[in-house]
């Protein structure tokens, strides 16, 4: 019988790495060393079918779309962000919890006027306003949009939030929250075809794990 080429699931280094490793672990998968620290960017794992490539949290939705990768893990925000049209995502891992909102001074409004509003998830934003009637002007900022309502570069913000330690640390408050954020299992839609058995063994795999962790 020929041996099929591995199967390979798409982490990015940090949060997403270090919550997805411990699903991995109870589903049997152990990486063979250490991607938090390794150099490498593909990793090969206990089992000879599977191993992890390590990609920028952005590009896992872009590897798995066009074949880089059969499976990754990402954020909902990044997903919504990309447009999640040309993947699979059948499971929602319950990791990397945290939820995508509007800040800015406390007791601002943002529904007033025409808000300048600076964040990274430029689609979500224009959407967002947009179904609000709202009129907002963007500006795209790469990280520590925080930063930018305390030049005066911008009114209000999104951005993820989780203890909320960030914004207060910087003056700012959460207004409104846009979207519940955890991270989902993204699947190709060729190898969901092609590799069905084996893909569909590692999602209902992880889906035991999530159901394990959650009930700790
Ligand atoms: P990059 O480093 O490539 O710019 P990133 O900084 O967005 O990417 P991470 O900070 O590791 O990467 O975030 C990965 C995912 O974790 C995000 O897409 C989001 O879903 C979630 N996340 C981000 N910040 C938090 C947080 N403070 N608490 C919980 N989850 C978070
Ligand atoms: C994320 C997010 C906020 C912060 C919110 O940044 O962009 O800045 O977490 O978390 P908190 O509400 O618990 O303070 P991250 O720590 O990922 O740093 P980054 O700028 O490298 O993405």
């Known amino acids: 019988m020929p041996i099929s080429r591995p199967l390979t699931l798409a982490l990015s280094k940090g949060r997403i790495l270090e919550e997805t490793l411990p699903l991995l672990e109870r589903c049997g998968v152990v990486p063979e060393e250490d991607p938090e620290s390794s150099r490498r960017l593909i990793i090969g794992t206990n089992r000879q079918d599977l191993r992890l490539l390590i990609v920028r949290a952005t590009d896992v939705p872009p590897y798995v779309e066009h074949g880089g990768a059969d499976l990754g893990v990402a954020g909902r925000d990044v997903l919504m962000e990309y447009g999640s049209e040309g993947l699979y995502d059948p499971l929602d891992l319950g990791i990397a919890r945290c ?107 992880l889906a035991e794990a999530v159901k394990a962790q959650e009930s700790l």
């Open 99 to 205: 939820r995508l909102m509007v800040a800015g001074r406390p007791g601002t409004d943002f529904t007033r006027g025409r808000p300048r509003v600076a964040t990274k998830f430029i689609n979500i934003t224009r959407r967002y306003f947009a179904a609000r009637g709202i009129q907002a002007e963007l500006i795209k900022l790469y990280g520590s949009m925080e930063l930018a309502p305390l030049v005066g570069m911008a009114d209000f913000i999104v951005d993820l939030v989780d203890t909320g330690g960030t914004l207060r640390a910087n003056g700012l408050a959460p207004l409104e929250t846009i979207e519940e954020i955890s991270s989902r299992l993204v699947v190709n839609k060729a190898s969901m075809k092609i590799s069905h058995r084996r893909v569909r063994a590692l999602v209902d795999d």
